[in-house]
């Protein structure tokens, strides 16, 4: 892909969500790395119910700490994987706790030490809370990029990654994440995506694709 069209496609996506940001509802670096554990393999918007009551009830590490892990169980019960997820927060806040003081390390090599804080997770962090330029790589901004083709459909999350920020100017990279998300979640959808006036489809070949697939009529029955 060429330059031009990398800028093509960064200027559209800019143009068309120049208001994304995270969706996650937070009030401080830690409540943001929380949130983002939580969604993983959940919506934003189940995330933000859950969060409501949960950041009230907890505000800082050792609050996590001081109840039973079936209480915190039972807190987040409505997102996916909760059990485990509600471990992996009880030994976050124990590192936290006994390595930072109860802080929230700010180098993304500390964070990803963290029980159920992953390379993503990072990302989103340094770069909403701290201000490092990061490009975090979710199911949209995997599913968008690869049918862009900025990256190739093969490639792994980490290698989306890389290409992106290889491709995307360093100083663009947290803007252009955000822009992503907005655009797969909200316009390229994993299900019906909207190919049919979508400023992109010059240069989306699985749009184009879709574009001559005729749709299956369905049968009368």
Same mark, same amino acid.
């Given at each position: 892909?060429?330059?031009?069209?990398?800028?093509?496609?960064?200027?559209?996506?800019?143009?068309?969500?120049?208001?994304?940001?995270?969706?996650?509802?937070?009030?401080?670096? &830690?409540?943001?790395?929380?949130?983002?554990?939580?969604?993983?393999?959940?919506?934003?918007?189940?995330?933000?119910?859950?969060?409501?009551?949960?950041?009230?009830?907890?505000?800082?590490?050792?609050?996590?700490?001081?109840?039973?892990?079936?209480?915190?169980?039972?807190?987040?019960?409505?997102?996916?994987? &909760?059990?485990?997820?509600?471990?992996?927060?009880?030994?976050?806040?124990?590192?936290?706790?006994?390595?930072?003081?109860?802080?929230?390390?700010?180098?993304?090599?500390?964070?990803?030490?963290?029980?159920?804080?992953?390379?993503?997770?990072?990302?989103?962090?340094?770069?909403?809370? &701290?201000?490092?330029?990061?490009?975090?790589? @979710?199911?949209?901004?995997?599913?968008?990029?690869?049918?862009?083709?900025?990256?190739?459909?093969?490639?792994?999350?980490?290698?989306?990654?890389?290409?992106?920020?290889?491709?995307?100017?360093?100083?663009?990279?947290?803007?252009?994440?955000?822009?992503?998300?907005?655009?797969?979640?909200?316009?390229?959808?994993?299900?019906?995506?909207?190919?049919?006036?979508?400023?992109?489809?010059?240069?989306?070949? @699985?749009?184009?694709?879709?574009?001559?697939?005729?749709?299956?009529?369905?049968?009368?029955?």
């Amino acid at each position: 892909m060429t330059a031009k069209k990398v800028r093509h496609i960064l200027d559209t996506v800019a143009d068309m969500f120049p208001q994304a940001h995270c969706e996650l509802h937070h009030s401080n670096p &830690f409540e943001l790395t929380i949130a983002v554990l939580l969604s993983a393999q959940c919506t934003d918007e189940t995330v933000n119910k859950v969060t409501a009551s949960l950041f009230q009830k907890y505000k800082a590490p050792n609050d996590y700490l001081a109840v039973p892990l079936e209480e915190l169980e039972q807190d987040i019960r409505r997102i996916g994987l &909760f059990r485990n997820k509600a471990k992996n927060i009880q030994g976050l806040c124990e590192i936290l706790m006994t390595r930072y003081n109860g802080q929230l390390p700010e180098r993304h090599e500390q964070l990803v030490e963290l029980p159920g804080v992953g390379r993503k997770t990072a990302n989103v962090v340094v770069s909403n809370a &701290f201000g490092v330029p990061a490009i975090a790589v @979710d199911t949209h901004v995997e599913r968008v990029s690869k049918r862009l083709g900025l990256a190739s459909p093969d490639d792994s999350v980490l290698q989306v990654e890389q290409k992106l920020m290889k491709k995307v100017p360093r100083d663009e990279w947290t803007n252009t994440h955000h822009r992503l998300i907005f655009f797969g979640r909200y316009h390229c959808k994993a299900q019906n995506p909207q190919c049919a006036g979508c400023p992109l489809l010059d240069v989306c070949s @699985d749009g184009k694709q879709r574009m001559k697939t005729p749709k299956k009529r369905k049968s009368k029955e």
